[in-house]
């Protein structure tokens, strides 16, 4: 199979989530060209992260798609913690009190596929990107200046080369497997159930459009998005206990029974989507490999608990992104992209690992000492402007993103 011999200055992507998408956008920002692998025959829909936070949607405006995904979401200006067994509402935290820090002083929930969707409506209208769909990177080759994959495709095995890879293709990544890149760290005995209503906790319950509930026998996080418009839908997320067989999991009685427990209410709720996720805590042993990267999940996976995985993989692409049109322009050298493994890796192990996990146990602690100490400390912050402060610098994502782009 030979390879297109027009295609060797091309940054290829493989990946069409909101990571590989918003790499492709912000290369093709600055006239690089690109070229967006999807396994997929279209972008997919299924109802994963949805928080996108303050540092992101910074990045985010600055490849000309905050506004869009405004448009797309709902802005949250707070979230609240609070404790189940005792229906105490422990602590909220209001976003404006980082007005002077940014321009977005707010979270947007609006789903991943939305982004991705927006993209690739703006790739369509710019030159020098194209978007494969139905293309799977099979294996990976690198030589001299040139990354070639070979690629599945509706008309059989062929071969792509370029001058970098972006690696984006998810948890399961061919990519870094084809790289032989060690995926470090541990699944849950648990999995995670999303179930998803149309039920109002806002104008029933006087929930905010991100809540938190702690409990030591079933945690929730219960939030808001717009779906295909007004009225939106609600997503809660539930621990499934190890041992439990998913069909029992996901049952009709099982749901209603989980629902009920957080929400009680008169008759049933009605559950649109309902699914079961095996949770991952893991970081790559490295994000680089001569001329190929990975970002996002497939580079890290955490636990969902504060939203941070989509959004630190959208760091990952606006990093990577920025540092591979400089080398390719010319205007830097090849250790700049060492900082890539270097600032992202870093953001990744020292602060959305810790955070996630610590947010899990948070939620999960048993020891009724313990939890009163975390439900004190929340208030005690929460009371605090300058705590509060500090505490949302972490939650927004913007302290790791500052921390990590000082690195050198």
């Not at 205007?331 to 870093?346: C, G």
Request: proline share 5%; with cysteine.
């Amino acid at each position: 199979m030979a390879v297109p011999p027009d295609t060797d200055n091309r940054i290829l992507i493989a990946g069409a989530g909101p990571v590989g998408m918003v790499a492709a956008l912000a290369l093709a920002r600055r006239s690089v060209p690109i070229t967006v692998f999807e396994a997929a025959p279209e972008i997919q829909t299924d109802p994963r992260a949805a928080t996108t936070h303050p540092a992101t949607l910074e990045m985010l405006d600055g490849v000309g798609l905050a506004e869009k995904v405004e448009e797309m979401g709902l802005v949250a200006v707070e979230f609240q913690f609070r404790d189940r067994p005792t229906g105490e509402l422990l602590a909220t935290f209001d976003h404006s009190l980082l007005a002077g820090e940014t321009r977005f002083p707010y979270v947007v929930q609006c789903e991943q596929f939305k982004i991705a969707g927006a993209i690739l409506e703006i790739l369509e209208g710019l030159p020098g990107c194209e978007v494969l769909f139905s293309h799977r990177v099979a294996e990976v080759e690198q030589s001299g200046e040139k990354v070639i994959l070979t690629v599945e495709t509706p008309e059989g095995m062929k071969r792509f080369s370029g001058a970098y890879l972006i690696g984006a293709d998810g948890g399961r990544s061919t990519i870094r497997k084809c790289l032989k890149i060690p995926f470090e760290g541990f699944t849950f005995a648990e999995r995670f159930l999303v179930l998803t209503t149309p039920f109002d906790f806002a104008a029933h319950r006087g929930y905010v459009y991100r809540t938190y509930f702690s409990d030591p026998e079933e945690w929730c996080n219960l939030f808001k998005v717009a779906a295909d418009g007004p009225p939106g839908l609600w997503r809660a997320v539930f621990p499934a206990r190890p041992g439990e067989d998913d069909a029992d999991v996901i049952s009709d009685e099982s749901v209603q029974m989980r629902l009920r427990k957080f929400f009680p209410k008169s008759g049933e709720y009605d559950v649109v989507h309902r699914n079961l996720y095996k949770i991952h805590q893991r970081v790559a042993a490295r994000f680089r490999e001569g001329r190929a990267f990975i970002a996002g999940d497939a580079a890290h996976v955490n636990n969902p608990i504060g939203g941070l995985g989509m959004n630190s993989g959208i760091h990952d692409a606006i990093n990577l992104a920025e540092k591979i049109e400089a080398v390719w322009s010319g205007n830097a050298d090849d250790a700049e992209l060492d900082l890539y493994d270097k600032q992202r890796r870093t953001a990744a192990v020292q602060y959305i690992q810790k955070a996630t996990m610590l947010n899990k146990k948070r939620l999960e602690e048993s020891d009724s000492a313990v939890r009163r100490k975390n439900h004190d400390e929340l208030q005690q912050i929460a009371a605090d402007p300058n705590r509060a402060r500090r505490f949302m610098m972490d939650t927004s994502m913007i302290s790791s993103v500052r921390h990590v782009s000082s690195l050198r």
